[in-house]
């Protein structure tokens, strides 16, 4: 069983649309992420999270910790927000630990014009 | 703005060779990771170091891996002898490791192609 989920895996959006991506965790954790993968591969971070709600241009990120749940909003979609969005946790440790990231599937925007 | 680089951005090779990937981590970061992502496939951890040496590593990452910060800059991943299922998207990521836990900054990642 993936630690990380997310849903949906592939998402088609109308230009202006508010969109959704959620990712429930199994793990206890430090924090959650939110990355974005582009076309070519690279990983760019959008948010780090350990409680509440961050915002940041058009991206509100949030988390429940009691639900091991968190979802990532964009509001007025653009076609250049089409790219995979990739939820990452670090798991929570009692000691001395690295914080390596465990990754979701990712889910596949498209914004359509 | 500081930034992770890696090179090559593509290496071919033929099964069986060795192949080094290198990266160059934000000056002031501590802890380092190689992740790996095969085609199609989530992204996948493969080792973490600090303090020069391995922190923690995953099952993928057998014998025929190695890492190395061999000149206080660059982080390196050794494959000694590539197979075809080596071939993957290798993301170096690195990040300060003060006493909170803090983001991890990605490099733009090296293609390798196993033929």
């Known amino acids: 069983k993936n630690e990380v989920e997310q849903s949906p895996q592939n998402l088609t959006a109308q230009e202006g649309e508010f969109i959704t991506i959620n990712c429930s965790y199994s793990?206890?954790?430090?924090?959650l992420h939110w990355l974005q993968q582009h076309p070519g591969g690279g990983i760019v971070s959008l948010f780090m999270l350990s409680s509440g709600k961050k915002k940041h241009g058009r991206l509100i990120a949030t988390i429940n910790i009691q639900e091991k749940h968190s979802s990532l909003h964009i509001t007025a979609s653009h076609p250049r927000d089409s790219a995979v969005y990739i939820c990452a946790v670090s798991k929570a440790y009692s000691g001395a630990g690295s914080y390596q990231l465990t990754f979701g599937k990712g889910t596949k925007l498209s914004v359509i014009p | 703005e500081p930034e992770v680089t890696q090179t090559p951005s593509h290496q071919v090779t033929q099964m069986g060779q060795e192949v080094i990937l290198r990266c160059v981590p934000i000056s002031n970061h501590l802890y380092f990771y190689w992740y790996r992502q095969i085609l199609g496939q989530k992204v996948e951890f493969l080792v973490s170091?600090?303090?020069?040496?391995?922190?923690?590593k995953s099952e993928i990452f057998d014998d025929q891996f190695s890492v190395e910060r061999p000149d206080g800059s660059n982080f390196t991943l050794k494959i000694r002898s590539t197979k075809l299922e080596d071939s993957a998207m290798y993301f170096c990521a690195s990040r300060t490791g003060t006493r909170t836990y803090n983001e991890q900054f990605f490099g733009p990642g090296t293609r390798l192609t196993v033929l």
């Open positions: 170091f600090y303090n020069n040496e391995i922190s923690e």
């Open positions: 793990v206890g954790i430090s924090a």
